[in-house]
């Protein structure tokens, strides 16, 4: 089972993109939703978080005020709306599961990819200067 991310494409800066997350061969009503994003040459970063109710968000520090998470259970999808995109926010968007958000405070990531499944193929973000 995997989750498909798409809704990527090239946008100028300032501009906006909604990401979707859907799910085949099963219902997402039972898990955490996170966004991660991946540049070129750098790590896998978790962006956001959503519990499997929808009542919990949790964001990257970067993303913050400029990103929201949400989720449509009945139509099996989360999404990630970005606002005012920033050409540092060119990477390929990764959406997966997990039993609950953890938000790690501190130095550091905030949240660790290790602790997430059901990877798919992402969809790219480009934004131009």
Known sequence: VQLQ???GGLVQAGGSLRLSCTASGFTLDYYAIG????????????????????????????????FTISRDN????????????????TAVFYCATTRRCHYYSGSGSRFRPAEFGSWGQGTLVTVSS
């Open 5 to 7: 991310a798409s809704g």
């Open 74 to 89: 009945a139509k099996n999808t989360v999404y990630l709306q970005m606002n005012s995109l920033k050409p540092e926010d």
């Open 35 to 66: 966004w991660f994003r991946q540049a070129p040459g750098k790590e896998r970063e978790g962006v956001s978080c959503i519990s499997s109710n929808g009542g919990s968000t949790y964001y990257e520090d970067s993303v913050k005020g400029r």
